[in-house]
């Protein structure tokens, strides 16, 4: 009789209010000033829910990836943090300890406070002059942070070379192993063993964390932390493995 009657078990539903507004804002209309940034709203703001917020705090202290992106560093590629790393002893990585990237030139005001912010202490500018003069480190004199500028190559101070956009174009490699990246990565240690080892002690003698990065944080980014990881007796895999996360741009981009 319910059914002839057109009666329905089906619970009624009403659709939550949308978090945002219903049309676009129209030319010539004005955003409210009270409004923040997107990049602006920390994640408790947006997710507001306290059994949420529980939930993504666990996960923060227990993902190096999510402790990354949650600094919301807009714009800035192949960041990542190497915390949590095992080594063969057993131990592994602090977090905040060993950062990677690309050049933050580019970078808005609030990014760089945001990784100040979430502890950065030192960064290792691994580009040669040239690149460097060009488009200098906004950390190079910001005060409370450690600012180490180590080419990795030889002739940075010869003005033919420097009147090159791309320091290493037509270089012929001095080494010759087969594997053209391997040519590369034996030169810097060939070329400049003096810039390699003092990279590598400014993330040792780092106090908080520290950001090693070149151009885009591919070749001499991955080379660096490589040789970083191995000192501390990290497995060749998976140095391997975060190298090649680089590489096929399977990182953070925030």
Known sequence: IALLAGCSFIPSHERPAAPVPQAY???????????????????????????LQTLLG??????????????????????????????????????????????????????????????????????????????????????????????????DTDAGVLAKAIPWEGKVQSLRTGDENADIYLDYVQERPDSVLAAVRAVAHARGAALVHCA?????????????????GVDDELIVADYGAEACGDAVRL
């Open 58 to 155: 666990i996960a923060l202290e227990n993902n190096r990836d999510l402790r990354v992106a949650m600094l919301n560093v807009e714009g800035l590629l192949n960041l990542r943090d190497l915390g949590g790393t095992p080594t063969r002893d057993g131990c592994v990585l602090a977090p905040g300890r060993l950062w990677r990237s690309e050049n933050q030139t580019l970078l808005a005001p609030h990014a760089l406070d945001a990784l100040v912010a979430a502890g950065l202490s030192d960064v290792i500018d691994l580009r040669s002059n040239f690149e460097m003069q060009n488009s200098p480190s906004p950390f190079a004199a910001r005060p409370g942070v450690a600012y180490h500028h180590h080419s990795y190559f030889s002739a």
């Open 25 to 51: 804002a129209q030319p010539g209309s004005e955003m409210p000033t009270t409004a923040k940034a997107a990049a602006d709203i920390d994640w408790k703001e947006y997710f507001t829910d306290p059994r």
């Open 216 to 232: 885009v944080g591919k070749d001499r980014t991955g080379f660096t932390v490589a040789l970083a990881l191995a000192a501390v």
